[in-house]
């Protein structure tokens, strides 16, 4: 681990000493993982939310005068099936937070599962719920989870998210229990974020034992209480990333859509700063605009983007860790 000073001063790198900590953070990856990126494959299930985000365009509030939406079990397994002929071995289900999805879900998952003949990492994002539900679907098939902690600075968490840490955190540890693998992220140059908030964000990484952790830049999005507040800085996003990166070799971490919507070819630096995760869109044209995770104008990645921008970074596509280090215990007890 980098002492929190070192973190400090790397967390506002730039120039020389930038292209340093980017080249440490690659090297750190390659020697983990090889040159390699991990291939998701997103389905966005819903637009409707139980949470009031005053950053997301999707936060309860707003949920009567969007034009609302739910996948059905149907489209989900025929959507899972175009991720699965190319060749993706990572399916992502994610939505707003309610727990009307359970139902779709568990009819999903296990089709899903026979589908790909049980070699799939079945990865959820649908939020808080009850532990005995987090247990239901690890029991049908679901593999791993991702809950956002967004930010482990306790008072900015409870203003902005309107609920507290700690019921994030004990959800985690609920999750971890089960038998999930884990992620968490953050959004880094929120209003109001310290520097050393961030650096909490990064050890609180390894004291939860997460598996994936993301960074975001913070996007003002329209119709939000945080719709006038400045736009994130890449820059810091991408220290955030490479810092991640040396103090845990282990993590999955994703180049997400955001670093791209802040910047024109965030995403490959993204890459550039240790990141080793990239997820493709598969959810329809017209279910993609009512998903309003940024917003309208969000920037929608898709298959042949992501397979452009690994290859001129001189990256391969892989498939799913998980599924491999499955194999290599199964192996192991044979």
Not at 211 to 221: G, H, L, T
Not at 298 to 320: C, K, M, Q, W
């Amino acid at each position: 681990m980098l002492t929190r000073e070192e973190m400090r001063r790397l967390l506002v790198a730039r120039g020389q000493e930038k292209q340093e900590l980017f080249a440490e953070s690659c090297r750190v990856r390659n020697e983990r993982f090889g040159a390699t990126v991990v291939l998701r494959g997103v389905i966005e299930l819903t637009n409707v939310c139980r949470v009031n985000c005053d950053y997301c365009p999707m936060r309860r509030d707003n949920v009567r005068e969007n034009d609302t939406y739910f996948l059905t079990a149907d489209q989900i397994v025929a959507t899972a099936e175009l991720i699965r002929d190319n060749g993706i071995d990572v399916v992502l289900l994610q939505g707003g937070e309610t727990p009307s999805v359970l139902p779709i879900l568990e009819d999903a998952i296990p089709r899903i599962r026979q589908m790909y003949d049980d070699r799939v990492e079945v990865l959820l994002n649908v939020g808080n719920l009850k532990r005995t539900q987090y247990q239901r679907l690890h029991a049908l098939g679901a593999t791993s989870y991702i809950l956002k902690h967004e930010t482990s600075d306790r008072d900015l968490h409870l203003r902005i998210r309107h609920e507290t840490l700690d019921s994030r955190l004990r959800h985690l540890r609920d999750l971890q229990e089960v038998g999930f693998k884990i992620g968490t992220g953050l959004i880094s140059s929120l209003p109001g974020q310290s520097l050393d908030s961030i650096i909490d964000d990064i050890e609180l990484a390894g004291e939860i034992g997460a598996d994936m952790c993301s960074v975001s830049p913070f996007i003002p999005a329209p119709n939000t209480p945080m719709s006038l507040e400045p736009i994130g800085d890449n820059e810091l996003a991408l220290n955030v990333i490479a810092l991640l990166r040396l103090n845990f070799p282990h993590l999955l971490i994703p180049s997400v859509s955001a670093l791209e919507r802040v910047g024109g070819g965030g995403q490959s630096r993204g890459l550039d700063a240790g990141a080793n995760v990239m997820t493709a869109n598969f959810s329809g044209a017209g279910d993609q605009k009512r998903y309003l995770i940024y917003g309208k104008d969000r920037f929608v990645v898709t298959l042949d983007h992501v397979r452009g921008l690994v290859e001129s970074s001189g990256l391969e596509l892989r498939g799913s860790v998980f599924i491999e280090q499955e194999a290599m215990g199964e192996g192991a007890a044979r």
